[in-house]
């Protein structure tokens, strides 16, 4: 791998709400104006070859990357380990409730009710980008969650992950080295080795 492209999926009828979605079997379309964020990906992207196309399991990532990537024969790979965090209880409430939840709790405690812990979802993610920058392809498009590419970018800030983290644009292309995206794995991973949040 040489460069990848991180976005985050289009606008969904979840996001649209303010309601979390973490289970990859809840429909989860995108809205109209989701649709069309993903038609300016693809716009962006027109005239960069792309090599291979890696999403997770979510419907609003593959749908933002179809939308994307109409037309063009584009590989595509499913990572479950790009899926976004699983929220236990709070499956399908208000975001805001969880990340209250988050900033008064642990990065090692899982969310109530079967849900991840923030540790996990970034060892999770440190995988699937390993996987990401091991393969052959030069050029990566990487539709995902707004979770796996904020943390990459806030590492390569020199940020440690937080509890609530800045939300990253709807389907906007964020261009990243391979050595830059090695760098910020490497940091993520020693973050997940002994894990606490910033003060």
């Known amino acids: 791998m040489e460069q990848v492209f991180l976005a985050r999926h289009g606008e969904s009828e979840f996001s649209v709400r303010g309601l979390t979605n973490g289970d990859p ?17 693809g716009e962006h992207l027109a005239t960069t070859p792309i ?7 979510f419907q609003r990532a593959q749908e933002t990357a179809d939308v994307a990537l109409v037309g063009r024969e ?10 976004d965090i699983r929220f236990g209880e709070f499956e399908g409430r208000p975001l805001t409730e969880y990340r209250h ?8 405690e899982p969310a109530p009710g079967g849900g991840d812990s923030r540790v996990e979802t970034v060892r999770r993610y440190v995988r699937a980008y390993r996987t990401i920058l091991a393969g052959p392809e ?11 590419v904020r943390y990459v970018l806030d590492s390569l800030a020199g940020r ?3 509890p609530a983290v800045e939300r990253v644009p709807y389907a906007e292309p964020f261009p990243v080295g ?14 997940s080795q002994a894990p606490s949040w910033s003060a």
Request: a negative charge; charged letters at 30%.
């Open 25 to 41: 079997r809840v429909e989860c379309p995108l809205t109209e104006a989701g649709r069309e964020q993903a038609r300016r990906l």
């Open 51 to 57: 090599d291979l196309c890696v999403v997770s399991e």
């Open 74 to 83: 584009v590989l595509r790979l499913v990572l479950p380990d790009l899926n």
């Open 101 to 108: 939840w988050a900033r008064s709790h642990s990065p090692e």
């Open 138 to 148: 030069r050029t990566i498009l990487v539709v995902a969650h707004g979770l796996p």
């Open 160 to 162: 440690l992950p937080a």
């Open 178 to 191: 391979a050595d830059e995206l090695r760098a910020a794995v490497d940091r993520l991973e020693a973050w």
